[in-house]
């Protein structure tokens, strides 16, 4: 059971950054895909960025490209969330998730993701 934690959220103007971190309980968090996804308010979880195991691979919702980048650290057991030119459409609720056995697209969909933190703000003000 792999449990995650994020952190970093908060409250930003537009244009601004944010960094956000996942820090995860297992010490094999290598043997794990991991992601971000958000959810606004009225709105559906959507998908933000993956990264494969290796962190050779990486995944971006159109919205973002450009804009954010994710980054793990396995020795950590971390995964990062670098968030630039934000909008106020960014604005959301910020989860981690993991999964061992991701490939492919199934990077993009958040039901392929067993385990998810709690979340973390990030708000815009525009």
């Known amino acids: 059971q792999v449990q995650l934690v994020e952190s970093g959220g908060g409250l930003v103007q537009a244009g601004g950054s944010l960094r956000l971190s996942c820090a995860a309980s297992?010490?094999?968090?290598?043997?794990?895909?991991a992601g971000w996804f958000r959810q606004a308010p009225g709105k559906e979880r959507e998908f933000v960025a993956a990264?494969?195991?290796?962190?050779?691979?990486?995944f971006y919702a159109d919205s973002v490209k450009g804009r954010f980048a994710i980054s793990r650290d396995n020795a950590k057991n971390t995964v990062n969330l670098q968030m630039n030119s934000l909008k106020p459409e960014d604005a959301a609720v910020y989860y981690c998730?993991?999964?061992?056995?991701?490939?492919?697209?199934?990077?993009?969909?958040?039901?392929?993701?067993?385990?998810w933190g709690q979340g973390t703000q990030v708000t815009v003000s525009s």
């Open positions: 998730a993991a999964d061992r056995g991701l490939y492919g697209s199934k990077h993009y969909i958040v039901s392929e993701y067993d385990y």
């Open positions: 297992e010490r094999t968090f290598s043997n794990y895909a």
């Open positions: 990264i494969t195991r290796s962190g050779l691979s990486t």
